[in-house]
């Protein structure tokens, strides 16, 4: 199995934009994904296929793939915004992994 | 709409086994997966494995093979998630979620669960 790896933390003011990073080395050749989950409640999709975004999900996520990490932005951060990000991926057989997510602070 | 209501919590003792009910409704069952998810107290997320629902494939996560089964019966929509030979570190929220296959492999999870707490203690 791989790893893939994110920040512990980021912390953003309100309005300004939040960049969540997460590597891993099959990345290059799978796609990413992200999960969005505020305390005590079950994770949301809110990035498929690098740069997808769900029905339903306001258009300041966005997503991106370079290398061997993936990204996600947040622009124009608001205090909803506030929560756990977890990135995931898969390899080829469809083992999955997530990373170990970022904390995301709106200050 | 679609919902995945989950069973009750639970508390076991070490060396038990839990099995989590994960009953469907809104869309075509056999159309997608299921998977597993927990997420240890203060933890982060954990994949268990998916089962395709269509033909029955599983893929279990590595560190859990040997101690989990992942089952669906489709004449009532439900997937179950079966864990022996509990230890104190299998005390989690465990979280079934839909899961949309591509080419028979589970690609991304879009609905989720309520979760279900697991508490494994003597």
């Known amino acids: 199995s791989y790893e893939l790896t994110q920040p512990p933390s980021v912390s953003v003011s309100p309005g300004q934009t939040a960049r969540i990073t997460c590597s891993g080395d099959?990345?290059?050749?799978?796609?990413g994904y992200w999960y969005q989950q505020k305390p005590g409640q079950a994770p949301v999709l809110v990035i498929y296929?690098?740069?997808e975004r769900p029905s339903g999900i306001p258009e300041r996520f966005s997503g991106s793939s370079s290398g061997t990490t993936v990204t996600l932005t947040i622009s124009g951060v608001q205090a909803e915004d506030e929560a756990d990000y977890y990135c995931?991926?898969?390899?080829?057989?469809?083992?999955?992994?997530f990373g170990g997510g970022t904390k995301l602070t709106v200050l | 709409q679609v919902q995945l209501v989950q069973s009750g919590a639970e508390v076991k003792k070490p060396g038990a086994s839990v099995k989590v009910s994960c009953k469907a409704s809104?869309?075509?069952?056999?159309?997608?997966?299921i998977s597993w998810v927990r997420q240890a107290p203060g933890q982060g997320l954990e994949w268990m494995g998916w089962?395709?629902?269509?033909?029955?494939?599983?893929n279990y996560a590595q560190k859990l093979q040997g101690r989990v089964t992942m089952t669906t019966d489709t004449s009532t929509s439900t997937a179950y998630m079966e864990l022996r030979s509990l230890r104190s570190d299998d005390t989690a929220v465990y979280y079934c979620?839909?899961?949309?296959?591509?080419?028979?492999?589970?690609?991304?999870?879009?609905?989720w669960g309520q979760g279900t707490l697991v508490t494994v203690s003597s």
């Open positions: 979620a839909r899961a949309t296959l591509s080419a028979g492999i589970a690609v991304l999870l879009d609905y």
């Open positions: 809104g869309y075509t069952f056999t159309s997608y997966g």
């Open positions: 089962i395709s629902v269509y033909n029955g494939n599983t």
């Open positions: 099959a990345l290059p050749k799978q796609y």
């Open positions: 296929k690098d740069n």
């Open positions: 995931q991926s898969a390899d080829s057989s469809g083992t999955w992994v």
